[in-house]
């Protein structure tokens, strides 16, 4: 060995069952002279990296952890990706689950496939006439169902619908936009962004000076 070690320390290794040809010299002003390292040792790059995906959803609700039980069970005892996509969607939080029109999924239907929404399906009143959809989501408004059933369409729940297809076949996943919101329109950073002002009132009076006309010195 290259390395001299100490009494001390080769008393210890020997109460450790490790002999000092096991030992890795440690490179000089890096740690203390007494310093050393078993060649078993695991060195994890990631060590301080977190993985901040959610694992469970936040809700307390009992029938949506009792969804997420019957999709963990899905996504563990089966191949095919729809499950684990569906327990993934389950667990986020209600503004990254936005709301579906009735008017979107009919342009977005396929035929004979099942609709399947991780979210709520609500009324388009500029629809005039609906088309018979099946359609499995989390949630219905009334007005959505009473259209959807009159039109002799089906509404299912997401424990129905892994009944029907526990691996996901004939079905369409759809999900609605989650940038829509009004808080999403006020968002970026600097100019050209086409952000939208947070004004105290809309009108002649408020910000239509510098920066938004050419006849007040520049216009963004």
Do not use: W
Not at 16 to 29: A, D, T, W
Not at 44 to 68: C, F, I, Q
Not at 139 to 150: G, L, S, V, W
Request: net charge positive; charged share 30%.
């Amino acid at each position: 060995m290259g390395k001299a070690y100490s009494s001390s320390i080769i008393f210890f290794l020997r109460r450790q069952k490790v002999s000092p040809g096991e030992l890795v010299p440690i490179p000089s002003g890096h740690c203390s002279p007494i310093s050393f390292r078993t060649s078993s040792s695991i060195d994890l790059d990631d060590h301080h990296v977190r993985n901040t995906h959610r694992k469970a959803p936040k809700s307390e609700n009992v029938y949506l952890k009792l969804l997420v039980k019957l999709y963990r069970f899905l996504a563990r005892r089966t191949t095919a990706p729809f499950n684990r996509i569906i327990l993934r969607r389950l667990f986020t939080s209600r503004i990254n689950r936005p709301p579906l029109s009735l008017s979107r999924l009919q342009r977005l239907a396929q035929p004979e496939k099942t609709i399947v929404v991780v979210g709520t399906i609500t009324d388009d009143t500029r629809l005039l006439e609906v088309k018979p959809l099946t359609i499995a989501a989390l949630h219905f408004t009334a007005t959505a169902r009473a259209r959807i059933e009159k039109a002799g369409g089906e509404c299912l729940t997401l424990d129905q619908l892994a009944l029907r297809a526990p691996t996901g076949e004939n079905t369409l996943l759809l999900r609605g936009p989650k940038n829509a919101r009004e808080a999403v329109k006020h968002f970026g950073f600097g100019p050209h962004k086409g952000k939208k002002p947070y004004v105290e009132s809309k009108g002649r009076k408020f910000e239509r000076a510098r920066g938004r006309r050419r006849s007040r010195g520049f216009k963004v």
